[in-house]
C-alpha cells in the first residue's frame, strides 16, 4: 500500500491538484474497508486532503471572454484572496488551467496582456509555445481534461499597482481555446480587504496608488 505521501503526489502528476481529486486518490489507494475504523479513516483523508490542497493556491475569479474550451477552473499559487490575488514583487507564481478542448488541438501558443488603468499592452513571453515546458503535451484530444501550468517570476522593479490580465490560450486555427481576464494586485504586501465588486473601493485603491 502507497504512503499518504505518494498518493498525493501521484494524484497532482495528473495534473488534478484539487481537493476533491485528492481526496478520492486517498481514499482508492487506502483501502477503508480493511481498516477496523474505516469510516472514520475515510473522514480524516478527506479533511487531509483538504487541509493541504486549498490552504495552498487558490481557485480564483475570473471573467471569460470566449473560451471554445470547457474552462474547470484558474488556481493561482501563492494566492491571499479568490477576488484579489496579491503577486509579490521578487517571487514566483504558478498560473495553472484546467480545462477541457472539445476539438483536437495540435498547437497552442499564450497571448498575454496587462493592463494597468486604461489600456492593454502585449506582455512579453520567454515560451509563448504552450505544447513545451508548461504541463501540456500537443496534441490535445477532444474532452479530455489537462492542466496548463506556468512559473511566472513578479520582477522587483515591476511598479505595484492594480492590474488586469487578458489571458489567451489560441488554437492552430486561430482560436481563441481559452480567454480569460483576471484581477491582480502588485505589491510587496497583501491586499486582501480590496472587493473587486465594490467600484466605489476600486477607485479609492487606484487613486492610493497614484499618490504613492
Known amino acids: 500500500m502507497p504512503t499518504i ?11 488534478q491538484r484539487n481537493s476533491q481529486t485528492i481526496a478520492r486518490t486517498l481514499v482508492d489507494d487506502h483501502c477503508c474497508n480493511m481498516h477496523p475504523n474505516g469510516k472514520t479513516l475515510k473522514w480524516a483523508l478527506l ?7 486549498v490552504k495552498g493556491g487558490e481557485w ?5 471572454c470566449g473560451s471554445k474550451a470547457k474552462l474547470i477552473w484558474i488556481d493561482v499559487d501563492p494566492c ?5 490575488c496579491t503577486l ?10 484546467r480545462f477541457a478542448p472539445k476539438e483536437t488541438i495540435t498547437k497552442l501558443n499564450v497571448v498575454m496582456q496587462t493592463k494597468v488603468r486604461f489600456e492593454y499592452k502585449p506582455f512579453k513571453m520567454d515560451n509563448p509555445d504552450a505544447c513545451k515546458d508548461s504541463g501540456l503535451t500537443c496534441s490535445l484530444q477532444p474532452n479530455k481534461e489537462v492542466t496548463y501550468r506556468k512559473v511566472f517570476h513578479i520582477k522587483q522593479e515591476y511598479p505595484k499597482a492594480i492590474v488586469h490580465v487578458r489571458f489567451q490560450l489560441v488554437d492552430q486555427n486561430g482560436n ?7 484581477p491582480f494586485h502588485i505589491d510587496d504586501v497583501s491586499h486582501k480587504w480590496i472587493d473587486w465588486g465594490d467600484e466605489r473601493k476600486r477607485r479609492m485603491a487606484a487613486k492610493r496608488e497614484v499618490r504613492t
Open 5 to 15: 505521501g505518494a498518493s498525493i503526489i501521484k494524484a497532482e502528476a495528473t495534473g
Open 80 to 84: 491571499d484572496d479568490a477576488y484579489n
Open 60 to 64: 480564483i475569479s475570473y471573467s471569460d
Open 88 to 97: 509579490k514583487r521578487g517571487a514566483d507564481t504558478v498560473l495553472s488551467i
Open 47 to 53: 479533511l487531509l486532503a483538504y487541509l493541504t490542497y
Open 176 to 182: 481563441d481555446q481559452i480567454c480569460v481576464y483576471m
